[in-house]
């Protein structure tokens, strides 16, 4: 089983900048995608980035592509998403998600993961 803690969420004004990190723990897939997903107020679940286990194939959402960064340490099982210029769109609760998968780099979608984090408020105000 995987455990997937996310940290690094909070209230920021619009333009500034925060980073999430996700701690993973327990079973790691030998090959492995992991990603970023956010949900805000209403909406459904969407994906916002995601990076496969070598780090070659990297997806980001069209609405944060410039503006977020993904890498992942290995030695320290963790995740970041680096988000700066954040807008009041960015509001959302974030979800880092793992599976064994391999991605494309074209797509991410939050059905084909199943292990998933409790999540991490962002909040942007204007």
């Known amino acids: 089983e995987v455990q997937l803690v996310e940290s690094g969420g909070g209230l920021v004004q619009a333009g500034g900048s925060l980073r999430l990190s996700c701690a993973r723990s327990?079973?790691?897939?030998?090959?492995?995608?992991i990603g970023w997903f956010r949900q805000a107020p209403g909406k459904e679940r969407e994906g916002v980035s995601c990076?496969?286990?070598?780090?070659?194939?990297?997806y980001y959402a069209d609405s944060v592509k410039g503006r977020f960064t993904i890498s992942s340490d290995n030695a320290k099982n963790t995740v970041y998403l680096q988000m700066n210029s954040l807008k009041p769109d960015d509001t959302a609760v974030y979800y880092c998600?793992?599976?064994?998968?391999?991605?494309?780099?074209?797509?991410?979608?939050?059905?084909?993961?199943?292990?998933w984090g409790q999540g991490t408020q962002v909040t942007v105000s204007s």
């Open positions: 998600a793992t599976d064994s998968l391999e991605i494309s780099g074209s797509t991410c979608k939050p059905g084909d993961f199943g292990s």
């Open positions: 990076i496969s286990s070598s780090g070659d194939n990297i």
């Open positions: 327990g079973f790691i897939f030998d090959d492995y995608a």
